[in-house]
């Protein structure tokens, strides 16, 4: 009888040290599954299922529907044209010859409005550089020199530049003869809230 009360005693202590071993097993990982991405602080999250914008065009229809929260519907992306920049053509007034032509564009984007600007068209002989300025920062200067005494358009991509609404935008042109002429063509794509008319 005493034998029997041993190994039940024995069995007993065995399964409660067993119990107490499995409580205490660390969970284990789970394979396959992907780390969680936090974002940074400060930073706009972007929902899954939603592609990364990359180009200029679909950074700037990602931005207006942050700021003004509405769907792509809801927007209308169309061609870069001057009014968009507070001109009536892309004529600029180069007055200054030898120099920069400071603010030839300046003005503030649009409430409700988003400019990316890709490239130059050039017609003319005068301008030789532009310097774009947005907000209080120099954010590009590239040279637009064609040919001495030919005038042909001559195009050049660039560094995308977006500017979002409410922002200032202040192009300077260096010219290396004065002219009222000087087709400096600014080119790419704006993004507003669908029926929003240029002033």
């Known amino acids: 009888m005493a ?8 069995l007993g202590i065995a399964g409660a040290i067993a119990l107490f071993l499995l409580m205490k097993k660390k969970e284990e990982p789970v394979v396959g599954r992907a780390p969680m991405a936090v974002a940074p602080v400060g930073a706009q999250a972007i929902a ?3 592609a990364v914008p990359t ?3 679909e950074k700037a229809i990602f931005l207006a529907q942050q700021q003004l929260g509405l769907p792509e519907s809801e927007l209308t992306v169309r061609s870069l044209i001057p009014q968009d920049l507070g001109l009536t053509t892309w004529s600029l007034n ?18 409700n409005r988003f400019c990316c600007i890709t490239g130059v068209s050039y017609t003319g002989t005068a301008a030789e550089s532009v310097r ?4 209080a920062s120099t954010v590009a200067q590239f040279s637009i020199e064609m040919v001495p ?13 977006l500017a979002q609404q409410n922002l200032p935008v202040i192009v300077d042109v260096y010219a290396s003869a004065i002219s009222a002429t000087d087709n400096v063509i600014l080119e790419g794509v704006t993004v507003e809230r669908r029926g929003l ?3």
Do not use: E, F
């Not at 774009?132 to 907000?135: E, H, K, P």
């Open 55 to 57: 180009t200029c065009r």
């Open 149 to 161: 005494g030919i005038t042909t358009t001559s195009h050049i991509d660039i560094t995308p530049i």
């Open 132 to 135: 774009v300025r947005v907000g």
């Open 94 to 111: 180069l007055a200054n010859a030898g120099a920069w032509n400071n603010g030839v564009i300046n003005t503030t984007i649009a409430d």
């Open 3 to 10: 034998k029997n009360n041993n190994t039940i005693l024995i």
């Open 197 to 199: 008319l240029l002033a």
């Open 48 to 50: 899954p299922g939603i």
